[in-house]
């Protein structure tokens, strides 16, 4: 089984936390005989903005044409694309870089036996152009804002939906995504949910410490619908407890500015990007994790901290209510300072048992969910109906 993966959401020497969930997905994919893969993630490309440092174009110009992570290839072609502008069509110039890298390469999409297409627009939307052109099957994956935010945009949904027509199958990696994809209409006999998993080699309770450190952990990038303002705002209350922050994003000045107003600064902590195995120490330490975000699918962040025993208090939005519930956690009422107020104090009054936190994500390992998502390709790959 030869797979190609088009997907701008994929790590790359300069970024490499960016798209890790997609990453390690295949990394266990890589581990079944029989599955090979290469992947194309396309990069945005802009005249003028890339050439000013400190953008995030000037960043993505930096990032190799190709690179080879653990024997795997990744072609990182350039596609042209004007923020703000409509004048360019960002999933047809995803495909058209990605096409030339095929012809030039592939011997014309010979050597792979099915595109997967991860994060629907544009790039499944990309990923369904490629498929149509070599006439090869597609199976797409619906991650979060691509269903929350971009199904809710006319021009994004109709061209969404014509991709999904063109797919055999497409996985959601929560049930709400499915939900939501059947009330655009696509049928659910399409429609297949492999949820996100956990390296349990590296997030487990064998990381427990025997008292944890007095202090809250907020994981994910720093960008608003993360709500890591939330959780300075939360800290506020709490006068004997740290913040520790770790990810990256232009957010990063203004949350710091924000904790200075909130004369918290000398409790919260940003780390930065913290590789796997770090971050998995972290979350054991901490008292809970909190994560505000806006819009999710299934996220890592819970999942991970689950792993490690540690409670998560979390919004009530996408896939987190199909993983935390009372006995791992708490979900707030409303994505507010005032409602993660009630729910920091609900939690510092109850007691946690957090070996049965962690033996409860168990059975949601990697290796698991890898060998269904291969099983599912080896179904379309043989003209089969996908069996959920």
């Not at 903005?49 to 072609?75: C, M, T, Y």
């Not at 997030?203 to 994910?220: N, W």
């Not at 940003?270 to 806006?294: K, N, W």
């Not at 689950?306 to 993983?323: Q, S």
Request: aromatic letters at 8%; hydrophobic letters at 40%.
């Amino acid at each position: 089984m030869k797979i190609l993966t088009i997907t701008s959401l994929y790590p790359n020497g300069l970024q490499p936390r960016h798209g890790i969930f997609v990453k390690t997905r295949f990394d266990y994919l890589d581990r079944i005989m029989d599955f090979a893969r290469k992947v194309i993630a396309p990069v945005a490309w802009t005249p003028v903005l890339s050439w000013i440092p400190g953008s995030r174009f000037h960043l993505s110009a930096k990032v190799p044409q190709k690179e080879n992570q653990n024997g795997i290839d990744v072609f990182h072609p350039r596609y042209l694309t004007l923020p703000g502008s409509n004048l360019i069509d960002p999933a047809k110039a995803m495909a058209t870089a990605a096409i030339k890298v095929i012809e030039k390469t592939f011997d014309h999409g010979e050597e792979f036996d099915l595109i997967d297409g991860q994060y629907l627009y544009p790039d499944g939307i990309a990923a369904a152009l490629v498929a149509r052109k070599f006439s090869k099957p597609l199976v797409l994956t619906a991650r979060g804002s691509d269903v929350n935010y971009w199904m809710n945009q006319d021009k994004a949904r109709q061209k969404t939906l014509e991709a999904i027509g063109c797919a055999s199958a497409v996985i959601c990696v929560s049930q709400a995504l499915k939900q939501s994809l059947m009330k655009h209409g696509v049928p659910e006999g399409k429609l297949f949910v492999l949820p996100n998993g956990v390296d349990e080699s590296v997030f487990h309770r064998r990381h427990k410490a025997v008292s944890h450190k007095d202090y809250l952990l907020s994981v994910g990038n720093l960008v608003p619908l993360k709500g890591h303002d939330i959780a300075l705002r939360g800290l506020a209350t709490l006068p004997d407890k740290k913040l520790i922050i770790i990810g990256q994003g232009p957010e990063e000045k203004n949350l710091k500015q924000l904790a200075r107003e909130l004369a918290i600064y000398d409790r919260v902590i940003f780390l930065g990007h913290v590789p796997q195995r770090d971050l998995a120490r972290y979350y054991a330490y901490a008292d809970a994790t909190l994560l505000m975000s806006s819009m999710e699918g299934m996220p890592n962040v819970v999942l991970e901290s689950l792993a490690c025993g540690t409670p998560v208090i979390a919004t009530n939005v996408g896939g987190i209510p199909e993983v935390v519930n009372e006995t791992n956690g708490i979900l707030l009422s409303e994505r507010t300072p005032d409602a993660l107020e009630a729910a920091l104090t609900d939690f510092f009054n109850r007691s946690w048992d957090r070996d049965a936190i962690s033996d409860a994500m168990v059975s949601l390992d990697w290796s698991s969910v890898a060998q269904w998502q291969y099983e599912l390709y080896q179904s379309v790959i043989t003209g089969q109906q996908p069996q959920p």
